[in-house]
């Protein structure tokens, strides 16, 4: 080996090394801040709605404040310390990673990617917490073996499902663990009006269309009504407008005076739609035009209604957040 290649290895072990160093510090302060922004949500005896409470460390938008603010009221104790996500991807971005980081709790992690299988051992979340992390794709007949097969049955602090199709059919089926707080993700190109759902397939890919894009999930009105059935609170939803949040009833009366409102956000992101090579960026109800005849069942009849059928979807409340749109 001559001194030149000798040089050039040491060269690149000090780049990988320094690499690794900046970014450990990186994420160390990520954590850090997230930690001063907990305590401060930590302080929080009352808020005006979930939104107040929002902060963002490794959640989409501010989920992981309004978990911490929920958890701090909902007083949840030690044994049920336990969270359920579907939907993490590799499970940087996730509504339960910040919780895992500055919490210390249990907890199951799926997906259908296989980015999640490539979680180990030398991945340092591996290691230092109690987290078992699964590659699955999840359907309402599957779901609840799954979970069981994993170790984890009954009463559980937080369950997140996020599988952007058959969120709404997942829920229903969910019976392994009984989560305190749920979250589920809701499609606002729905509207807030009706109880609606994709139909359930078992091989749903949201996507797999550039119009499909926008059809996924369930309405934030069914998500409310199967809620109730399951013995549910509605809380409120991101400032976003994409997850929803619950407490089982039991739990419920502890948020008395602590959470003044509930507030539901439409969606204003933009979602990018390709065509002839060309990209638009649709939101509010350009989005809901575009899929407008595309088959939904209306979870209350079981019924198959399109949002054509349905007419009017928003609320006057949503009409007036999303204001600046063509209206329907």
């Given at each position: ?6 040089k ?7 780049r990988t090394?320094?690499?690794r160093?900046?970014t ?6 990520l ?25 963002k460390?490794f ?20 044994k049920l ?15 339960t ?12 992690i ?16 591996y ?18 073996d ?5 170790g984890?049955?009954g009463?559980i ?13 997942v829920w ?11 979250i589920c ?9 009706h ?11 949201c ?5 499909e ?32 949040f619950?407490?089982r ?33 649709v ?5 809901s ?9 209306n979870?209350?009849?079981?019924k198959?209604v ?15 957040q999303i ?6």
């Amino acid at each position: 080996m001559t001194v030149q290649t000798i040089k050039s290895k040491l060269v690149s072990r000090m780049r990988t090394l320094v690499t690794r160093t900046v970014t450990d510090q990186i994420y160390d302060s990520l954590l850090l801040q997230g930690r001063m922004a907990s305590w401060q949500v930590r302080s929080m005896k009352s808020i005006q709605s979930l939104q107040d409470a929002e902060f963002k460390v490794f959640s989409q938008w501010g989920q992981d404040g309004i978990i911490d603010w929920l958890i701090e009221r909902a007083a949840i104790p030690a044994k049920l310390h336990t969270f359920v996500e579907f939907g993490v991807f590799d499970y940087f971005e996730s509504n339960t990673h910040f919780l895992l980081e500055n919490r210390n709790w249990r907890g199951l992690i799926m997906d259908g990617d296989q980015a999640l299988s490539e979680m180990g051992e030398r991945d340092p979340r591996y290691h230092r917490y109690d987290l078992t992390p699964k590659s699955a794709f999840i359907t309402r007949e599957n779901v609840n073996d799954l979970i069981m097969e994993a170790g984890f049955t009954g009463e559980i602090g937080l369950l997140s499902i996020d599988v952007d199709g058959n969120d709404y059919w997942v829920w229903e089926a969910i019976e392994a663990v009984r989560p305190v707080i749920c979250i589920c993700e809701f499609n606002a190109f729905f509207g807030d009006l009706h109880a609606v759902s994709i139909p359930y397939d078992p091989k749903f890919v949201c996507g797999q269309t550039q119009a499909e894009r926008l059809y996924f999930g369930t309405s934030i009105a069914a998500l409310s009504s199967l809620a109730v059935r399951k013995g549910y609170q509605f809380l409120g939803t991101t400032m976003g407008g994409n997850d929803a949040f619950f407490i089982r009833n039991d739990y419920a009366s502890r948020l008395d005076g602590a959470l003044i409102d509930v507030v539901s956000r439409p969606a204003r992101s933009r979602i990018p739609i390709e065509a002839s090579g060309q990209v638009t960026w649709v939101a509010g109800h350009d989005g809901s035009k575009r899929i407008s005849g595309l088959p939904l069942v209306n979870t209350e009849t079981g019924k198959i209604v399109t949002l054509d059928e349905l007419g009017s979807i928003y609320s006057g409340d949503w009409l007036q957040q999303i204001a600046g749109s063509s209206l329907r």
